[in-house]
C-alpha cells in the first residue's frame, strides 16, 4: 500500500512562508503525476501546483509567482514552498500522486495539513 505523508503547515502570518513536505513510501519515479491540492472551508478541493510527467510544473493562478513546487527523488519526496502567504491561501493541503500499476489506474491522496495564514 503507498503511502503519501504531508508534514510542514502550521499558522503563520499574512506575507510569511511555509514549506511543506509530501514522503512517500514509494519511489517518486514511479508517478505518472504529483501535486498539491487544497480545500478551504465549504469550498472544493482545488490544484494548487502539480508536476505531471515529473518535470514540467504547473499552477493554479492564484498561487503563480509565490509557490513552487519541487521534488528530491533521493529522499522520495515532494515540496510546496509557499511565499508570500496570504489569508486566502488557509486551507487543507493534501497531496496527490497518479500511478499505473498492473494496468490499474491508482490516485492516491495523504491525510492533508492545516495551513492557517492570519491577517
Known amino acids: 500500500q503507498v503511502q503519501l505523508v504531508e508534514s510542514g503547515g502550521g499558522l503563520v502570518q499574512a506575507g510569511g512562508s511555509l514549506r511543506l513536505s509530501c514522503a512517500s513510501s514509494r519511489s517518486i519515479f514511479s508517478f505518472n503525476a504529483i501535486g498539491w491540492y487544497r480545500q478551504a472551508p465549504g469550498k472544493q478541493r482545488e490544484l494548487v501546483a502539480a508536476?505531471?510527467?515529473?518535470?514540467?510544473?504547473n499552477y493554479a493562478d492564484s498561487v503563480k509567482g509565490r509557490f513552487t513546487i519541487s521534488r528530491d527523488n533521493a529522499k522520495n519526496t515532494v515540496y510546496l514552498q509557499m511565499n508570500s502567504l496570504k489569508p486566502e491561501d488557509t486551507a487543507v493541503y493534501y497531496c496527490n500522486a497518479k500511478y499505473r500499476d498492473y494496468g490499474l489506474d491508482y490516485s492516491i491522496w495523504g491525510q492533508g495539513t492545516q495551513v492557517t495564514v492570519s491577517s
Open positions: 508536476m505531471p510527467g515529473g518535470v514540467s510544473t
